[in-house]
């Protein structure tokens, strides 16, 4: 978990410092957290680099040279897990913007992909 809090927080202060992409310490617990940034848009040119000690590096994405990242929250953090239920997780948005991130059985999903799978987990953070 606390590769995924590091990973999370470099993206939020890299973004912050306008810079164009981040390195980050390759575990499949991160790559699959990258590319689901990725796909919803966040993040740009996910990839994996190295043979020996393995990276994965990403670009962060601007629009009008404006930070698509602007904030990140970890929820779920060793000292205490939070967890939510298929049925909680319809609760979980309400009106806020951005993409909640959980670990459930079926693998690392977002809010949206849980709901409609109809599977709960571990809420691991929130990032808009």
Do not use: C
């Not at 617990?29 to 919803?40: A, D, G």
């Not at 404006?66 to 967890?83: C, E, F, G, H, N």
Request: charged share 30%; hydrophobic share 35%; net charge positive.
């Amino acid at each position: 978990m606390s590769h995924i809090s590091d990973t999370i927080i470099r993206i939020k202060n890299a973004s912050l410092a306008r810079r164009k992409e981040i390195s980050v310490s390759y575990s499949k617990l991160n790559k699959s957290v990258l590319q689901i940034l990725e796909k919803e848009g966040y993040l740009k040119n996910v990839k994996e680099s190295g043979k020996i000690q393995k990276n994965i590096t990403a670009e962060l994405r601007y629009e009008n040279r404006i930070p698509v990242v602007t904030d990140a929250q970890i929820i779920s953090k060793p000292s205490l897990r939070v967890y939510y239920s298929a049925k909680e997780i319809k609760n979980l948005r309400g009106n806020r913007l951005g993409v909640a991130v959980l670990s459930t059985s079926v693998g690392i999903l977002t809010d949206k992909e849980a709901k409609k799978k109809g599977v709960g987990g571990e809420l691991l953070f929130r990032i808009w």
